[in-house]
């Protein structure tokens, strides 16, 4: 795989979506998804410009995290928490957390920051395709879910993350984004002194052009950047 090849492919799109709806390609953020994939593929991935790393299981991140020599800027986590793994997750410090739907999950991890006067920023996941199988809180909730949260000293809720509907309708996916991007403007006028809306944490490999027209400034792409992933 030609990550540089294919990093510079990602870009070049980027940048026609965002001349499309007048943006500035600075503003939008390339996370890397690496779960499923080797410690050498992601120290090749950071030798090409990459800096920005993501993954979705605890216990892969666990595995990989620490090992990587490669300098990078940042490591998120964008899969699913449970609140039994919050710590074994905080030890690996983890820039930002893009995957809340549950108050007793960011209960755990406050409590847990708390003790290290740390900060943890996160963001809300929010269900915008109606799939019940998706995780995320629905966006109608997302407001009396914040607010619920301002008690989190140790929490920063930075903004909101969504996965776009699986399909190749794109009317239906852009939906999703607009849904999210709504929601997005409308919590800015929360004032909340844990909360800024900042990132909207949209767009994987077979969408994100569509989240950058539709005001995406994290992409998180796994499969357009390292090829198809082997389970
Ligand atoms: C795997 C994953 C991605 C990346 O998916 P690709 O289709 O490979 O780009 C993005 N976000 C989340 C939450 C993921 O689990």
């Keep these: 795989m030609d990550i540089a090849k294919n990093k510079t492919e990602i ?6 979506a965002c001349s499309k709806t007048d943006r500035d390609v600075s503003e ?11 410690i050498e593929e992601i120290e090749n991935a950071l030798k090409h410009g990459i800096s920005l790393i993501g993954e979705n299981k605890v216990q892969e991140a666990e595995a ?4 990587i020599k490669g300098k990078y800027e940042q490591f998120h986590f964008i899969g699913h928490l449970q609140s039994n793994k919050a710590k074994k997750l905080l030890k690996l410090k983890p820039d930002m957390i893009h995957s809340i739907d549950k108050l007793s999950t960011l209960r755990k991890l406050n409590e847990l920051a708390g003790k290290e ?3 943890v920023n996160v963001l809300i996941q929010v269900n915008t395709s109606g799939e019940e199988s998706k995780f995320g ?3 109608q909730e997302a407001k009396t879910f914040i607010r619920s949260a301002a008690e989190f ?8 993350m969504t996965i776009g509907l699986f399909t190749d309708d794109e009317k239906l996916i852009r939906n ?10 409308d919590l800015k006028s929360l004032e909340q002194a844990n909360c800024e809306m900042k ?13 950058v027209e539709e005001g995406a400034n994290i992409l998180r792409i796994g499969t357009a950047l390292f090829g198809p992933r082997n389970y």
């Design 11 to 16: 870009m070049k799109k980027v940048a026609v």
């Design 28 to 38: 939008i953020q390339l996370l890397a998804v690496t779960k499923t994939r080797s």
């Design 64 to 67: 990989k995290i620490p090992l």
């Design 117 to 119: 006067a740390a900060l």
């Design 137 to 139: 809180i629905e966006p």
């Design 153 to 160: 000293e140790n929490i920063k809720i930075q903004g909101l």
């Design 176 to 185: 999703c984004f607009r849904i999210l991007k709504l929601l997005f403007a």
């Design 199 to 211: 990132y909207l944490s949209m767009g994987m490999s077979n969408d994100y052009e569509i989240a």
